[in-house]
């Protein structure tokens, strides 16, 4: 069973983070995870709905991509146990000066610049066309936006259910468009925010993850919706019948299964982590 822990409270697992990101970039692995991601951005499930967002699969194909991700780390760091850390960035978002925090160091995961300092400086990145281009990492920390706050969770914990049709950033209420950063009548909330808060690749959905602290933020994307779970355990997965394609309980996600799971991830099969095999050190203490 893997445990995932913050990633400014636990180095060790920070650093081995890092230092799996870096075997899986090498090999290819990572960029495959780009191009996942990227496919998905580009699949229309329904109008104004792609394979992976602005739709009710935005958290199951999420937390797909890091099961299997998590499970590749695994492998390279060659330890079963491994949990992908996670950015409390609610945490950050706390901070008087959040571009400050400890996480944007050099020995994390560096800053912001074009090409970023750090770990990843001299990464080439994948570009819309899925192709290997000149271009580094980039960040701009703090320019646009602004960290959601705890508070903000806690605002949007008590929604129910998880989704509504139209199931898309139409949806008038439902835990998944208020997280995913929709819902909120702000011109970037939640989930959204949080890449532009960051900037560069982070704040272009087509290319998001060619930064890896993409896989951070979304693990604690995906600690709040655990949280949420474990609040509403009477509620399930919705769209049952009436949705668009790859977006339904029983659906097989958008552009899975992929190695090294090879799992035809559905909403349902992703519905529990501890049958997916993992847990989460704690969760905010907001309620
Ligand atoms: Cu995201």
Same mark, same amino acid.
């Given at each position: 069973?893997?445990v995932?822990?913050?990633?400014? =409270?636990?180095?060790?697992?920070?650093?081995?983070y890092?230092?799996?990101?870096?075997i &899986?970039k090498?090999?290819?692995?990572?960029?495959n995870?780009?191009?996942?991601? #990227?496919?998905?951005?580009?699949y =229309?499930a @329904?109008?104004?709905?792609n394979g992976a967002?602005?739709?009710?699969?935005?958290l199951?194909?999420?937390?797909?991509?890091?099961?299997a991700?998590e !499970?590749d780390l695994?492998?390279v760091l060659d330890?079963?146990?491994?949990g992908?850390?996670?950015?409390?960035?609610?945490?950050?978002?706390?901070?008087?000066?959040?571009?400050?925090s400890?996480?944007w160091?050099?020995s994390?995961?560096?800053?912001?610049?074009?090409?970023?300092d750090?770990?990843?400086?001299?990464?080439q990145?994948?570009? =819309?066309?899925?192709? !290997?281009s000149?271009?580094? !990492?980039?960040r701009?920390?703090g320019? +646009?936006?602004? #960290?959601p706050?705890?508070?903000s969770?806690?605002?949007?914990?008590?929604?129910e259910?998880?989704d509504? +049709?139209?199931y898309?950033?139409?949806?008038?209420?439902?835990f998944?468009n208020? #997280? =995913?950063?929709?819902l909120?009548?702000?011109? +970037?909330a939640?989930?959204n @925010?949080?890449?532009d808060?960051?900037?560069?690749q982070?704040?272009?959905?087509?290319?998001?993850?060619?930064?890896p602290?993409?896989f #951070?933020l979304?693990a604690?994307?995906?600690r709040?919706?655990?949280?949420?779970q +474990?609040?509403?355990?009477?509620?399930?997965y919705?769209?049952v019948?009436?949705?668009?394609p790859?977006?339904?309980?029983e659906?097989?996600?958008?552009?899975?299964p992929?190695?090294?799971?090879n799992?035809?991830y559905t909403p349902a099969?992703?519905?529990? !982590?501890s049958? &997916?095999?993992?847990?989460?050190?704690?969760?905010?203490a907001?309620?």
């Open positions: 069973m893997a995932r822990t913050n990633f400014l =409270e636990n180095e060790a697992a920070a650093l081995d890092i230092s799996g990101v870096k &899986l090498q090999s290819g692995r990572y960029d995870y780009i191009r996942l991601h #990227l496919r998905a951005v580009q =229309e @329904a109008p104004g709905i967002h602005m739709g009710a699969a935005f199951p194909w999420h937390r797909a991509m890091l099961h991700f !499970i695994q492998r330890d079963a146990d491994f992908l850390p996670y950015w409390d960035w609610s945490a950050d978002a706390e901070l008087p000066d959040p571009t400050t400890a996480i160091s050099d994390y995961m560096g800053g912001s610049g074009d090409p970023i750090g770990p990843f400086t001299n990464w990145t994948v570009n =819309e066309s899925g192709r !290997i000149t271009n580094n !990492i980039e701009d920390l320019a +646009s936006s602004s #960290l706050t705890y508070a969770i806690a605002a949007i914990l008590g929604n259910p998880y509504v +049709s139209p898309s950033t139409q949806s008038k209420y439902g998944r208020a #997280l =995913e950063g929709f909120i009548t702000q011109a +970037s939640m989930h @925010a949080v890449h808060w960051i900037g560069g982070m704040s272009s959905p087509p290319v998001a993850p060619n930064d602290v993409f #951070l979304h604690n994307v995906d709040i919706w655990a949280l949420w +474990s609040q509403h355990p009477s509620q399930t919705f769209p019948v009436d949705g668009a790859t977006q339904r309980l659906d097989v996600l958008f552009g899975y992929i190695q090294p799971t799992f035809a099969s992703v519905w529990s !982590i049958t &997916l095999g993992y847990s989460y050190d704690n969760y905010p907001i309620s």
